[in-house]
């Protein structure tokens, strides 16, 4: 991490391997994606993208045209937050809001060229991240991590489905 000292890493590092080795899953996944954010947080800061409007982007450049509603379900995030980021953007020249047609009551979020133009710029920077993240982790142990954290995901949204 560019960032973070290295002993500050070594403190994690042991924090998780010595101190706590059992703890719960949840801590140890938050500080992995923690650590991830703050690899990423600089290579997106040169291009003036917070690592908070990362999200944003991302499900944009897969699903442009979405209400501000929709953007805040796709990311996880409260209205008041995805207002706040769209309003950035917008001022940043990355995206716009508008009406659709026929339809005066909601807006839609759509990518401006620029806001586009960024995923060729951005998104090589994550997969070097990511590279980074799982050098020496054998392809198998990475599909069963993935395939893990998708159920831990499909289990708890379940969960709030059931309402339990």
Do not use: C
Request: without cysteine; neutral net charge; hydrophobic residues 40%.
């Amino acid at each position: 991490m560019t960032d973070v000292p290295a002993g500050d890493r070594n403190a994690i590092l042991r924090h998780w391997r010595d101190a706590v080795p059992n703890d719960r899953l949840a801590h140890l996944i938050r500080d992995a994606g923690r650590s991830l954010g703050h690899r990423l947080t600089p290579l997106l800061a040169e291009h003036d993208i917070p690592f908070g409007h990362w999200a944003f982007l991302r499900v944009l450049w897969n699903r442009d045209g979405l209400t501000q509603k929709e953007l805040s379900d796709a990311i996880g995030v409260t209205e008041p937050t995805t207002f706040a980021a769209v309003k950035a953007l917008i001022d940043k020249g990355y995206i716009t809001r508008r009406h659709n047609t026929g339809n005066k009551r909601k807006f839609y979020v759509y990518l401006t060229p620029e806001g586009a133009a960024l995923r060729d710029i951005l998104v090589p920077l994550a997969e070097k991240v990511n590279r980074v993240a799982v050098a020496d982790i054998p392809p198998e142990n990475i599909t069963l991590m993935r395939e893990t954290l998708l159920k831990i995901i499909e289990n708890l949204a379940a969960e709030d489905e059931n309402g339990d």
